[in-house]
């Protein structure tokens, strides 16, 4: 679970820092998509990546706050999907490839199982 959430993180800061061996990866379309962010959706993006990170790391420690964390997390995610795909200037679905639809989708439902996970966990008294 850190792994994963640790790819996104590493997605995330590659992103905001403007790394162009990262960023050459990405269409002219999707740049100016993600340049467009306002600052309330790169926020809300910050916000569910770390808080996905600070959850896999409470998990780990056997802590229970993992939960709300997660549950937050998701939250975010969803606020961040919300801009993406309704309020931004040219929709998410515009610049993304059939394979980026797909992984939001795993991304998604991943977020979903971590959640689902944590809560078993909290419940059986692993997570203290």
């Known amino acids: 679970m850190l792994l994963w959430n640790g790819m996104g993180a590493m997605d995330y800061v590659m992103t905001v820092s403007r790394n162009p061996e990262?960023?050459?990866?990405f269409t002219p379309e999707r740049l100016a998509f993600l340049d467009a962010?306002?600052?309330?959706?790169k926020g809300s993006w910050a916000l569910a990546v770390w808080l996905y990170v600070i959850g896999s790391i409470f998990i780990l420690m056997r802590l229970r706050p993992a939960?709300?964390?997660l549950s937050a997390g998701f939250f975010?995610?969803?606020?961040?999907?919300?801009?993406?795909?309704?309020?931004?200037?040219?929709?998410?679905q515009e610049t993304m490839s059939g394979f980026e639809i797909a992984f939001t989708i795993v991304l998604f439902l991943l977020a979903i199982l971590q959640i689902v996970?944590?809560?078993?966990?909290?419940?059986?008294?692993v997570l203290n």
């Open 22 to 25: 990262y960023l050459a990866q």
């Open 37 to 41: 962010f306002p600052t309330w959706a």
């Open 67 to 69: 939960v709300w964390l």
């Open 76 to 92: 975010f995610m969803i606020v961040t999907t919300i801009h993406n795909l309704f309020l931004a200037e040219v929709p998410a």
């Open 117 to 125: 996970y944590a809560r078993y966990l909290a419940r059986n008294e």
